[in-house]
């Protein structure tokens, strides 16, 4: 798994409207951004479910 393959399921990956796509909102320092350019990381760190349901699962 690449470090950008999840992106499309994770909450900080959202729409930004005014420039009409999609775009990462976590603040990443130098060193973060160089691990993930470089592709040394496996998977992100910053990874949060967008599972809208999870808490409705765990009720049940």
């Not at 990956?13 to 350019?37: G, K, P, Q, T």
């Not at 592709?39 to 349901?53: H, K, L, Q, T």
């Amino acid at each position: 798994m690449s470090a950008f393959s999840g992106c499309e399921y994770c909450a900080h990956y959202v729409y930004n409207e005014d420039y009409e796509c999609y775009e990462c909102l976590v603040d990443l320092d130098e060193d973060d951004l160089a691990r993930f350019m470089s592709g040394s990381v496996d998977s992100c760190p910053y990874f949060s479910s967008d599972d809208e349901y999870r808490i409705v699962r765990k009720q049940n």
